[in-house]
């Protein structure tokens, strides 16, 4: 950060949690510099500020991945579901986080015991392969399927597609099938169950674009379920799987 301003650079965008004070600070002696902040925000002594020269863009991707983990709950055949990521993010550390409280929701409500691997909600520690090359998902989903999941959960982007690659690797067995977390994804497949993307990138871009002109405004842009910035995808077939409650739940959490 200090050899961008150094630099001289203009705009700084950040990204992730674990920027938040740096950037704050930044912000404050730096008053001709733009910031835009990434799903986080600006904070001084753990309250939230609004510096004039900072936006944040910040996505509830969560409140998706935590009504995915519920409908995953209520559609696994061998009660096993499995989650990896590829790059570790503290985006991609709370999305897993809110898979599994999903599912941990659903097995409070029925009394299941529903398991979702590759996450340890005690430690808040998940398995990542450090890339999100599809070859390094794919082995990761292999291994799942022959440990017993069903529903692969990749937190990869454009990498999910390994997960697809196993899943063909292992016959296409249609009982084993994909809940897509992020971006990039291909259309009209029957192995994905649903799919929580987010218009997040876009606005971002969009900040990006503002700060380079006059129109720069330091309203911060929350993407959320209720306003379309946060989508769960429809379960189109997968739909007929559910039983009346579950989607009745669903349907209420999206109230």
């Known amino acids: 950060l200090d050899a961008l301003l150094k630099g001289g650079c203009t705009i700084v965008v950040s990204e992730g ?18 910031f835009i902040t990434v799903n986080s925000g600006f904070e001084s002594a753990n309250k939230t500020v609004e510096p004039s020269n900072g936006k944040a863009v910040v996505s509830r991707a969560t409140q998706g991945a935590y009504m995915a983990g519920y409908a995953s709950a209520g559609l696994t055949t061998t009660g ?44 808040m520690r998940g398995t990542f392969t450090g890339n999100d090359d599809p070859a390094s998902i794919k082995d990761a989903a292999s291994k799942a399927l ?39 994804l291909p259309s009209d497949l029957l192995q994905v169950i649903t799919a929580v993307t987010t218009t997040t990138k876009d606005h971002a871009t969009e900040a990006i674009t503002s700060a380079r002109g006059n129109d720069f405004s330091t309203n911060a842009v929350i993407d959320s379920l209720d306003n379309n910035g946060v989508t769960l995808a429809p379960f189109a077939a997968h739909e007929a799987l559910m039983t009346p409650e579950l989607k009745d739940s669903l349907a209420s959490m999206r109230q």
């Open 17 to 34: 949690q674990g920027m938040t004070q740096a950037i704050t600070q930044a912000a404050k002696k730096n008053s001709s510099v733009r």
């Open 80 to 123: 096993t579901i499995a989650g990896f990521g590829g790059v570790e993010t503290s985006e991609r550390q709370a999305l897993m986080d809110a898979f599994a409280q999903g599912v941990d929701a659903y097995n409070l409500s029925y009394g299941t015991s529903i398991r979702f691997e590759g996450w340890d909600t005690t430690r």
């Open 146 to 184: 022959a440990a017993g999941a069903d529903i692969l959960v990749p937190f990869a982007d454009g990498g999910n597609q390994g997960a697809l690659q196993a899943l063909e690797a292992a016959g296409n067995n249609s009982a084993q099938r994909v809940v897509w977390m992020g971006d990039d």
